[in-house]
């Protein structure tokens, strides 16, 4: 699968460079995304436990536990698109973990 953005996820390991246990979940993560042959839902759920489907039109947020660092990637055909990095507070400020404030932030967006 095709990782995009992948740039976000550079930009978040070089802010957070002494820090390897998240800079090795990070690239696990990419690893897996670029590995990954998923074609389902639980396909990506089976694999990577931390996904959370956040949107039915394929967005999911990863929650790298070992730095409460959140993850905003949507999936379509062929590629995984990184939408927007985080800490778990900068998650909250903007999401509010609430469903419907990610939907509203998708359609301001006009990702959705």
Same mark, same amino acid.
């Not at 095709?2 to 690239?27: F, Q, S, V």
């Not at 990954?36 to 436990?49: L, V, Y």
């Not at 509010?96 to 509203?104: C, F, L, R, V, Y």
């Given at each position: 699968?095709?990782?995009?953005?992948?740039?976000?996820? +550079?930009?978040?390991?070089?802010?957070?460079?002494?820090?390897?246990?998240? !800079?090795?979940? !990070?690239?696990?993560?990419?690893?897996? !995304?670029?590995?990954?042959?998923?074609?389902?839902?639980?396909?990506?759920?089976?694999?990577?436990?931390?996904?959370?489907?956040?949107?039915?039109?394929?967005?999911?947020?990863?929650?790298?536990?070992?730095?409460?660092?959140? +993850?905003?990637?949507?999936?379509?055909?062929?590629?995984?698109? +990184?939408?927007?990095?985080?800490?778990?507070?900068?998650?909250?400020?903007?999401?509010?973990?609430?469903?419907?404030?990610?939907?509203?932030?998708?359609?301001?967006?006009?990702?959705?």
């Amino acid at each position: 699968m095709e990782l995009l953005r992948k740039n976000k996820l +550079i930009k978040l390991k070089t802010k957070n460079r002494g820090n390897k246990k998240l !800079i090795a979940e !990070i690239d696990k993560l990419i690893s897996d !995304i670029e590995s990954a042959q998923w074609t389902k839902k639980t396909d990506i759920k089976e694999s990577r436990p931390d996904a959370d489907c956040v949107h039915s039109e394929g967005f999911y947020f990863f929650d790298i536990n070992v730095h409460r660092t959140m +993850i905003l990637i949507v999936f379509e055909d062929d590629e995984a698109t +990184i939408i927007w990095t985080g800490s778990h507070d900068e998650y909250n400020k903007t999401f509010k973990g609430n469903k419907n404030t990610i939907e509203k932030w998708l359609r301001n967006q006009k990702m959705i």
